[in-house]
């Protein structure tokens, strides 16, 4: 779910709360029928209430539709065997690709999308590689590393790995530790 949604959904949070609250107060007797009665009969024939309820009807169809969304999450790689399925995300993948180009020497950086198909896995790197290495030899060293990698890690064999290199640069890309 996106910012935007989250702030619509602040904001319908909001205006539910005091419907229900008004709600409440009618049931324990604390605002007289009348009142509500006359609110409601001027509302009638009102295009201004009718918008705001169409504005509401849309908010309810986009949260639903956003949560709906959510709840399906990545793509997975499913195993079948005798005991069950097994599934394993495409974020590990990634990150099991991430690890293994990282320890390639003349790797500087590495930012891994893996994506599955009918036809079988799909990996793209984006790489950043030093200048003193031999740029061809580190993409087929890469290449054959996590190919063999997922392979007896995963057990799907790759359909197509893609490599991109990004820069050429001495400038290592660490992640900062928080201590």
Same mark, same amino acid.
């Given at each position: 779910?996106?910012?935007?949604?989250?702030?619509?959904?602040?904001?319908?949070?909001?205006?539910?709360?005091?419907?229900?609250?008004?709600?409440?107060?009618?049931?324990?007797?604390?605002?007289?029928?009348?009142?509500?009665?006359?609110?409601?009969?001027?509302?009638?024939?009102?295009?201004?209430?009718?918008?705001?309820?169409?504005?509401?009807?849309?908010?309810?169809?986009?949260?639903?539709?956003?949560?709906? /969304?959510?709840?399906?999450?990545?793509?997975?790689?499913?195993?079948?065997?005798?005991?069950?399925?097994?599934?394993?995300?495409?974020?590990?993948?990634?990150?099991?690709?991430?690890? =293994?180009?990282?320890?390639?020497?003349?790797? /500087?950086?590495?930012?891994?999308?893996? =994506?599955? =198909?009918?036809?079988?896995?799909?990996?793209?790197?984006?790489?950043?590689?030093?200048?003193?290495?031999?740029?061809?030899?580190? =993409?087929?060293?890469?290449?054959? /590393?996590?190919?063999?990698?997922?392979?007896?890690?995963?057990?799907?064999?790759?359909?197509?790995?893609?490599?991109?290199?990004?820069?050429?640069?001495?400038?290592?890309?660490?992640?900062?530790?928080?201590?």
């Amino acid at each position: 779910m996106g910012i935007f949604d989250r702030i619509i959904l602040s904001i319908y949070t909001f205006l539910l709360t005091f419907l229900s609250l008004g709600v409440i107060l009618m049931s324990l007797r604390l605002i007289p029928l009348e009142t509500v009665g006359t609110s409601i009969s001027l509302l009638y024939g009102q295009w201004e209430a009718g918008l705001v309820g169409a504005v509401f009807l849309l908010v309810s169809i986009r949260l639903l539709l956003a949560g709906l /969304r959510s709840r399906r999450g990545r793509k997975t790689i499913v195993h079948h065997n005798d005991m069950g399925d097994v599934h394993i995300s495409l974020d590990a993948v990634e990150n099991l690709v991430e690890k =293994t180009a990282r320890h390639i020497r003349g790797v /500087r950086g590495i930012k891994v999308n893996a =994506t599955h =198909t009918g036809s079988g896995l799909t990996v793209s790197l984006r790489a950043v590689v030093s200048p003193e290495s031999n740029v061809p030899n580190v =993409t087929a060293e890469i290449q054959s /590393r996590v190919h063999e990698y997922i392979k007896n890690t995963v057990g799907i064999e790759l359909v197509d790995m893609r490599i991109f290199v990004e820069n050429i640069s001495n400038d290592f890309k660490s992640k900062h530790r928080v201590e």
